[in-house]
């Protein structure tokens, strides 16, 4: 089969042919019809960004969208052919169990994630990757929804789970900083279908905050928060090396609200404890989700409430790796999705 990986020593992806893998205990074989490509995975290859992988050659790639091909021995609910979303998250999660969480086939977030990357190092930059049972997500037969746009739901999981970790709930304002990228844009989206009052989209390129305010009447897209606005929840995509916008966002959160940081940045942030004890605000960080709220957001899609149409596809083959990589390094608005056709 074919897959593109990452060889010692290489700053770009090859496209090479390797064994179809079998899948062992507790295993399933997904074969990846649509994987998303994430701005970070340039950063990856090309050797930057501190990232600690698999060991070389490897195939990176997350958020596959594909059919279950084969199944190991004890596995349960999954059968040949049914479409699945792939999430590459995973922990042991066992009480006592080592800080291995990361994200399979990419990179570490524990550090004791080298058993776990061993064991599956591949992700889903190929024709075929193997995944523990548990990552693999049905998704009803029933639901219309392109395979490419479903593979943005690693970012809308990430916005949603933050957003339910936080309460947030129908007719409250919520203000989104970093708006314009995929992660802040997929934030705006759940917000919406959440039943904010008001979506405060936050960002700095001017061409996407249009995109975004022409998404609902209830979005107010600006490059700044106006100064007399007060938002129950702030959720923050922002990375870089400037913490000074989540700083300044924090007067306007009003009383027992939250901020909620699903991206960090290199400087520190000044907090105002006085602020925060005053108006009783909590500030939570959010890595990824919970399982079951894919279910939740399939569900949102499947009944129209959560609404992608927006989302446009710009689609590579496989073996066009190369050219997908350069579009997202290209940073296109946050409502297009770039994603490769591993399935011819």
């Known amino acids: 089969m074919k897959a593109a990986r990452l060889h010692a020593g290489a700053t770009a992806l090859s496209i090479d042919e390797v064994a179809t893998p079998e899948p062992g205990p507790g295993e399933v074989r997904v074969a990846i019809r649509r994987a998303f490509v994430a701005p970070f995975q340039v950063s990856l290859i090309a050797g930057g960004g501190g990232f600690v992988t698999p060991k070389r050659p490897f195939s990176p790639g ?34 006592g169990a ?14 004791e994630s080298a058993a776990m990357l061993s064991r599956w190092p591949a992700g889903s930059f190929a024709r075929m990757a193997l995944y523990p049972a548990e990552c693999v997500i ?27 970790k936080v309460g947030v ?9 970093g708006a314009t990228g995929a992660v802040g844009s997929s934030a705006v989206m759940v917000a919406l279908a959440m039943g904010a009052r008001r979506v405060h989209a936050l960002g700095r390129r001017e061409a996407v905050l249009d995109e975004l305010a022409g998404l609902d009447s209830r979005v107010a897209a600006a490059k700044a928060l106006p100064a007399d606005a007060r938002v129950h929840v702030a959720f923050t995509s922002i ?38 004890l005053g108006n009783d605000i909590a500030i939570r960080g959010s890595l990824w989700f919970e399982r079951g709220d894919i279910a939740d957001l399939l569900a ?14 710009r689609e590579y083959p496989l073996r066009d790796v190369a050219r997908a990589l350069e579009a997202v390094a290209a940073r296109p608005s946050g409502l297009e999705q770039v994603v490769l056709r591993c399935d011819g």
């Open 169 to 177: 709930h129908a007719g409250q304002d919520i203000a989104v900083l």
């Open 239 to 276: 990375e870089g090396d400037d913490a000074a916008p989540v700083e300044a966002m924090l007067p306007h959160i009003r009383p027992r609200g939250a901020l909620v940081v699903a991206a960090s940045v290199e400087s520190p942030m000044a907090v105002p404890l006085g602020l925060l």
């Open 138 to 164: 049905p998704i009803d037969r029933d639901l219309a929804c392109d395979d490419g746009v479903l593979t943005r739901l690693g970012w809308l999981g990430t916005a949603y789970g933050a957003f339910r």
């Open 62 to 95: 997350l958020d596959g969208v594909g059919r279950v091909d084969a199944v190991g021995e004890g596995v349960a609910g999954l059968v040949a052919g049914e479409r699945v979303y792939c999430d590459n998250f995973h922990r042991s999660g066992r009480v």
């Open 300 to 313: 949102m899609i499947g009944s129209g409430v959560l609404d992608l149409s927006p989302v446009r596809l």
């Open 98 to 111: 080592p800080d291995d969480a990361c994200f399979l086939g990419n990179f570490a977030v524990g550090a």
